[in-house]
């Protein structure tokens, strides 16, 4: 199983930024996509998750990001509006199939003037 992440990069302060994430190599569909991401000296932390019809968000990022899924392209994409400096990290593409976790190999995301 693979999943490839795509979009990462560097943003001002206030700006936008979509990152992508797409699964392949299963013969499965996954049950639920996410994101989470790793600023330096800190741990991972779940940026935002989907399921069949639900969606959680952390805290942190309510309001100024939007996950969503392509099913028919196993798809999952991540929205980034008003970023902020504590946003930058490495984010991380998640997803579950056949009850197994699996994880891209990150994309970083820099906010910064």
């Known amino acids: 199983v693979q999943l490839v992440e795509s979009g990462g990069g560097l943003v001002q302060p206030g700006g936008s930024l979509r990152v992508s994430c797409a699964v392949s190599g299963s013969m499965f569909s996954p049950t639920a996509m996410g994101w989470y991401r790793q600023a330096p000296g800190k741990q991972r932390e779940m940026v935002a998750r989907?399921?069949?019809?639900?969606?959680d968000y952390a805290d942190s990022v309510k309001g100024r990001f939007t996950i969503s899924r392509d099913n028919a392209k196993n798809t999952v994409y991540l929205q980034m509006n008003n970023l902020k400096p504590e946003d930058t990290a490495v984010y991380y593409c998640?997803?579950?199939?056949?009850?197994?976790?699996?994880w891209g190999q990150g994309t970083q995301v820099t906010v910064s003037s």
């Open positions: 998640w997803s579950r199939i056949a009850m197994l976790p699996y």
């Open positions: 989907i399921g069949s019809g639900t969606t």
